[in-house]
């Protein structure tokens, strides 16, 4: 009778059989290959195997090499038998490594710890190590010949606690080192069963001349002062992988803390790009040097044009200049990462796929190169044997189909790794110098000279520029930033030569560029995208407002990069929803504190209020639009405001509040513009004893989030003063006593122009119930009897007062307060809805002037053409106040230049109260 294992090596292992690796682990590991049950093997299962190897009489080093030979066969059979996950294969690989190193680490701290007592601060704590993973270890991505880099770091400096006799004291410094050594020779070290892993040390600080161990407070210093820019890409996939218990431990958060700020900045960081580009570079030439003279070795899925690490690159390049405001990007794996960036805009959809499917396609190929020989090589084999089975078992109808699909593969990854960092990465050689060229293709040269820039540029532009020969902090720049500024001013310059960009727009990025010297990256950032700084003239140029939010809110501007962003509109739900995960992937690090959130919303509202912005300068949407944007997006603000709010308050005694908001003026007529105040009113609906005292101290802590400046800015300015009562009232009323005084129940209730404010009132948050319940008594408000004479003497009187508030210089005229501009139109709507609402229910509804005026003049309550007219001159006067507050100019002007809508504004006026 055949074994189970000849019959699972003839039935199972066939597709696999080509490789001499598995060819000699069948040899010398027959009798322990079922140790492993079937299945690919997790750690659970492996730890059995290990055990099982131990009880046979092996020492530990030779159960882990063993335990080693065994998985890979299995991931061996598996992947190539049956086409297992390439996550499958990598994370048996990664527990191994996991394993291993915790079996190791527990042996050497066993060691040591009956040699030197255990290692202890100098208050008489404990002290961890943790073994940090990097690169594939730390993002769970093992390939089934990888070496492993780990980095070792321990909590804190002190002296060991010695043994029960006083003696073997030593440093931590000195046991941890030691501790190292005893890792090394149970997992590196090679005996005749190989080794476990190659471990490579070299990212460690200060690299092979460092020491072996580094304390946590050293590693801070070292990144702080001294950690380089492709650091940060080493640091982006670092995990804590052993011991076990501080996997999970709450220390190895104060390692996070020192490792998170180093790998992302606070803001948009385009200096990267230069750092990328000399790693790829170095790598690039490394490679060439090796394949010299070896054409066979040119063929590298790793290393080569289009390969596996232009993928790692393009990923982790925008991960680093984006993953500082942006957390949901955090994502080691290589593969969890793609999606995230496509959702961010920063990746269209189909190219994050694409790259997706070329990154499991290549991992495949180099894992089939791997288990030919057990060799850490990414070199396709030149044997034809070899290529036809590597076919073969990736599902390849032969070895020329499987070639024709790599080449197609490594040509997209190429392309878009070229676009990202701004064509070939040769470089650009003239009389024995060289350079890189950027996205746009300009050659970094060396620093331009200021004066003979200035000589160069259009006399406006010319006079701004030659302030800086004498300015300190543009004289005090590092060399390397001084030539950015100045390759931007003379590209900008030629912009203006050319016609494409206005000599007046350019004077202003001037004036904005001047204000931000200290943050270089910006200055990278217009350098990398042309595009941007294309964008970002026209916008600049268009009117003066734009230039005082970028200043206020630099990070914006790479808002310009997204192609679609132009053409697209906001979208409640997917603003809130990416929100919702940017918070979730700050919980998941333990980030989340208040100032964090509060950054957190005021980044995302200035981005989408910027968007608005670009698309209203450019033409894109129109007034109306703008202003149903900006009203959707307070909104979104206050719904995620208030839930997190609710959600961090000490004494809430529910899981939701019931509670709303209503919003007045501007913000319940949908009608916001940059920068309006939002009118708002608090109610609560809960019959807990303590609930007035709980929604007090809630709307308090939502105010402050809202209206609070952080160094991201604000939010909103927000009044109150139209609940009732006013500034004596109450900040947050209960349903039932707001109801009661809308409707003049009691004898605390309503003026006439409350009730003016109600025509424009909307509910903005809160439970379906409470919405239901605050129209029907907005409904009676507006439906209510009223003495037409009465009501229209009142309202007249309320528009002379805010008239004589607001006075008019002769020979102008104000858009807004002069007789015949918005107010008048505002004054004459709110009469009619409180006058005609009880027989003309089409009124009630809060469809914005411009509707409600249709709408009237439809009922009869308006001559023929009146309302129309009234309506095209509100729109029209809106438009003018809207463009002159953009360019920060006064809202009135000639009158003969509004005559038009004047006069269809006094037409409705006399219309409406002269009837």
């Known amino acids: 009778m055949p074994s189970d294992l000849s019959v699972r090596t003839a039935i199972d292992t066939e597709p696999a059989a080509h490789s001499r690796l598995l060819q000699r682990l069948h040899r010398r590991y027959a009798q322990e290959l079922v140790l492993l049950p079937e299945g690919m093997p997790v750690r659970e299962t492996m730890e059995r195997a290990l055990a099982a190897l131990r009880e046979r009489g092996h020492d530990r080093p030779t159960a882990l090499r063993i335990l080693r030979q065994i998985v890979i066969e299995r991931t061996m059979v598996l992947d190539c038998a049956q086409q297992a996950d390439l996550s499958e294969v990598t994370r048996a690989m990664t527990e191994l490594a996991e394993l291993a190193l915790d079996q190791a680490c527990q042996h050497a701290r066993s060691e040591l710890d009956a040699r030197h007592g255990a290692p202890q601060t100098d208050e008489g704590e404990p002290v961890d190590l943790w073994i940090v993973g990097m690169g594939k270890l730390g993002a769970r991505e093992l390939n089934v010949s990888s070496d492993i880099d780990l980095i070792y770091v321990y909590a804190s400096d002190g002296e060991t606690a010695g043994t029960s006799d006083g003696r073997g004291r030593t440093s931590n410094h000195e046991y941890f080192g030691r501790a190292v050594k005893i890792i090394y020779a149970l997992i590196g070290e090679v005996t005749e ?22 304390s946590l407070a050293a590693l801070e210093e070292y990144l702080q002062v001294q950690g380089r820019e492709w650091e940060r890409f080493a640091w982006l996939k670092s995990r804590v992988v052993a011991p076990r218990a501080s996997v999970t431990g709450d220390a190895v958060q104060a390692l996070r803390s020192v490792v998170l700020p180093f790998v992302f900045r606070r803001y948009l ?3 990267v790009f230069d750092a ?50 942006f957390p949901e990007l955090r994502r080691r794996p290589t593969l969890d990462a793609l999606p995230r960036i496509a959702q961010a805009g920063l990746m269209p959809q189909e190219t994050a796929e694409a790259l997706a499917r070329a990154y499991i396609f290549l991992r495949r190929v180099e894992h089939r190169i791997q288990y030919l020989d057990d060799q850490q090589t990414h070199i396709l084999p030149t044997r034809d044997d070899d290529l036809a089975w590597i076919a073969a078992t990736l599902g390849c109808e032969s070895a020329c189909a499987f070639l024709r699909e790599l080449d197609a593969h490594r040509e997209l990854v190429a392309q878009e790794f070229d676009k990202l960092l701004g064509g070939s990465d040769a470089p650009a050689c003239k009389g024995g110098r060289c350079g890189k060229r950027n996205a746009a293709g300009e050659r970094a040269a060396s620093v331009p000279d200021i004066d003979t820039v200035i000589e160069t540029l259009p006399p406006l532009l010319q006079s701004r520029v030659a302030e800086w020969r004498s300015n300190a902090r543009v004289t005090a720049l590092r060399d390397e930033a001084r030539a950015r500024l100045l390759r931007l001013v ?13 000599e007046e727009a350019a004077v202003r990025l001037v004036n904005w560029l001047e204000t931000l010297l200290r943050r270089e990256s910006y200055l990278a950032l217009l350098l990398e995208r042309p595009a941007v700084h294309e964008q970002l003239l026209h916008l600049l140029g268009a009117a003066r407002w734009p230039a005082r939010y970028l200043q206020q809110h630099p990070g914006v501007i790479d808002e310009l990069a997204g192609t679609e962003m132009l053409t697209e509109r906001f979208v409640a739900a997917d603003f809130e929803q990416g929100l919702e995960l940017r918070r979730s992937s700050l919980q998941s690090t333990q980030e989340d504190d208040d100032e964090a959130l509060l950054d957190l919303l005021r980044r995302a509202h200035h981005a989408e209020t910027f968007r608005t912005l670009a698309r209203d300068l450019e033409g894109r949407i129109t007034v109306e639009q703008v202003a149903d944007d900006l009203s959707a997006l307070a909104d979104s603000v206050l719904r995620l405001t208030a839930r997190w709010c609710w959600e961090r308050l000490r004494n809430r005694h529910r899981e939701e509040p019931q509670f709303g908001i209503v919003g007045y003026g501007k913000l319940g007529g949908k009608e916001l513009g940059y920068g309006s105040d939002l009118d708002i009113v608090f109610v609560f609906d809960d019959d807990d004893e303590n609930a007035p005292e709980i929604y007090t101290a809630f709307v308090r802590k939502l105010i402050n989030w809202l209206t609070v400046k952080t160094g991201e800015g604000d939010l909103f300015e927000i009044d109150t003063a139209l609940r009732p009562n006013g500034n004596s009232g109450l900040l947050v009323s209960s349903f039932d006593s707001f109801s009661n005084y809308q409707q003049r129940r009691g004898s605390n209730t309503a003026w006439t122009w409350e009730h003016q404010a109600m025509t424009r009132a909307r509910f903005v948050l809160g439970s379906a119930d409470l919405e239901q319940r605050f129209n029907e008594v907005r409904t009676a408000v507006v439906t209510a009897p009223r003495d037409p004479v009465a009501l229209a003497q009142e309202i007249i009187d309320m528009r002379e007062r805010v008239h004589s508030a607001h006075p008019v210089p002769p020979g102008s005229f104000d858009v807004k307060h002069s ?38 003049e439809d009922a009869g309550l308006l001559p023929a053409g009146v309302g129309a007219a009234a309506a095209a001159a509100y729109r029209r006067l809106r438009q003018i106040q809207h463009r002159a507050r953009l360019n920060e100019e006064p809202t009135r002007v000639p009158p003969e230049s509004v005559e038009t809508e004047r006069e269809a504004v006094l037409c409705l006026w006399n219309a409406v109260f002269s009837a």
Not at 193 to 214: E, K, Q, T, W, Y
Not at 490 to 498: D, F, G, K, M
């Open 193 to 214: 069963h190989g080794c476990v892993f190659r471990v490579d040390l070299a990212l460690r600080p200060n690299g092979n001349s460092g020491p072996v161990a580094i």
């Open 269 to 271: 960081d385009y200096s």
């Open 276 to 325: 990328l580009r000399a790693l790829h570079h170095q790598i690039r030439e490394h490679a060439a040097q090796r394949s010299a003279g070896r054409p066979e070795r040119a063929n590298d899925v790793k290393l080569s044009r289009g390969g596996i690490r232009e993928i790692e690159f393009t990923v982790q390049l925008l991960q680093v200049v984006r993953g500082g405001q």
């Open 490 to 502: 003379q590209r900008t310059a030629q912009w203006v030569t050319e016609g494409e960009v206005s």
């Open 819 to 856: 007789r015949g501009g918005m107010v008048d139109v505002e004054f004459a709507m709110q009469f009619l809805v409180l006058s005609q609402s009880a027989v003309h229910s089409e009124l009630v509804e809060n469809k914005g002037n411009i509707g409600l005026l249709q709408r009237a």
